[in-house]
């Protein structure tokens, strides 16, 4: 049965950093494309990055990018979402995602989900 365990999330201000992880549970994690969701109050889940299995290839929204830099450790089974120059707007519960072929940004490309963590920033 394949796990995703979200960690790292906390109250931080404007301005400052915060790095997110996700353990994952599963034999087929290096082959698998990996992404971060986020899902504010009131509003649909969104994209905010994407890495492919190899760690060669990386997709950001735009309205992360050159802020967030999403990473993965395959002897770990674990992906990263370090989070730099934190806006409130980037207040939300991130989702770790899993799996699949299709299209990074889409969320229905992705297998398997996390519980999600919060993260707040305060301004």
């Known amino acids: 049965q394949v796990q995703l365990v979200e960690s790292g999330g906390g109250l931080v201000q404007a301005g400052d950093s915060l790095r997110v992880s996700c353990a994952v549970s599963?034999?087929?994690?290096?082959?698998?494309?990996m992404a971060w969701f986020r899902q504010a109050l009131g509003k649909e889940r969104e994209f905010a990055a994407a890495i492919r299995g190899s760690g060669d290839n990386t997709y950001y929204a735009d309205s992360v990018k050159g802020r967030f830099t999403i990473s993965r450790d395959n002897a770990k089974t674990t992906v990263f979402l370090q989070m730099n120059s934190l806006k409130p707007e980037d207040t939300a519960v991130y989702y770790c995602?899993?799996?699949?072929?299709?299209?990074?940004?889409?969320?229905?490309?992705?297998?398997?989900w996390g519980q999600g963590t919060q993260v707040t920033v305060s301004s």
């Open positions: 995602a899993a799996g699949g072929l299709g299209i990074p940004a889409r969320p229905d490309t992705y297998l398997y």
């Open positions: 599963g034999r087929t994690f290096s082959s698998w494309t």
